[in-house]
């Protein structure tokens, strides 16, 4: 089965230093992996993205990812926040196969970015 | 492009009322999925049509349901509104997923439901 664990559901930073939001994830298969952030009663918006290609994936707004195999991991990390940063972020595997109930996405259950001045 | 557009944005229900809701996809898009998000559970997936047939459901009950047009333009309903049913339902569009694996979905700002 698929799976996606973010190790934390809260982190908090001061602006202007490093940001770290774990990933782990369980899948068969070589799976497609997406980080999402959410701003208060907003959808999702797409940060980056692993599809086979570089394992140190680069996205929007200074954020990037690096994925492990060996350690099934896709940690997102930025080199320093922004007050603007402050929102949730999901992790996300994509099943390429009909996902069946789970449906074609797994979501992680998020982790909420709080960035002190 | 326009972007997915999801309408209403904000709905007050009372229970036992149904509701429909709308997901107008990215142009071109052939993919419309619909997830569910409460505080509690997280984002939970409703279900996904593709070319106007329903490829995937979730374990919701069948007071949920949906359906995709020709222009693939989606509608979700609910019947019977409990309130456990308010939440934000938001839908996601992509060309298609078999296809498109990696690229990603691109999310509506969704609708949030309140039932009172």
């Known amino acids: 089965a698929q799976s996606v664990t973010q190790l934390d559901s809260h982190v908090s930073v001061s602006e202007g230093t490093p940001v770290l939001l774990r990933c782990n994830y369980s899948?068969?298969?070589?799976?497609?992996l997406f980080w999402y952030v959410q701003h208060p009663n907003k959808g999702l918006q797409l940060l980056l993205k692993?599809?086979?290609?570089?394992?140190l994936v680069k996205g929007i707004n200074g954020f990037e990812a690096e994925f492990k195999k060996s350690e099934t991991s896709f940690h997102l990390t930025k080199p320093s926040a922004h007050m603007s940063d402050a929102a949730e972020y999901f992790c996300?595997?994509?099943?390429?196969?009909?996902?069946?109930?789970?449906?074609?996405?797994?979501f992680g259950k998020g982790t909420k970015l709080s960035v002190k001045p | 492009k326009a972007g997915v557009t999801q309408t209403p944005r904000y709905l007050i229900k009372t229970r036992g009322q149904q509701v429909t809701l709308s997901c107008s996809p990215i142009?071109?898009?052939?993919?419309v999925s619909w997830y569910q998000q409460t505080p509690g559970q997280g984002l939970q997936f409703l279900f996904e049509?593709?070319?106007?047939?329903?490829?995937n459901k979730g374990n919701f009950p069948g007071r949920f349901s949906g359906r995709q047009f020709s222009n693939s333009r989606s509608e979700m309903n609910v019947s019977t509104l409990e309130l456990g049913d308010s939440a934000l339902y938001l839908c996601?569009?992509?060309?298609?997923?078999?296809?498109?694996?990696?690229?990603?979905?691109?999310f509506g700002s969704g609708t949030r439901l309140t039932v009172v």
């Open positions: 996601a569009s992509s060309y298609d997923r078999l296809r498109d694996r990696g690229h990603g979905y691109t």
């Open positions: 899948s068969s298969y070589s799976p497609s």
């Open positions: 692993y599809t086979s290609a570089a394992t």
């Open positions: 996300v595997v994509s099943w390429r196969y009909y996902g069946g109930s789970q449906g074609n996405l797994i």
């Open positions: 142009s071109g898009h052939r993919s």
């Open positions: 049509y593709f070319s106007e047939t329903q490829r």
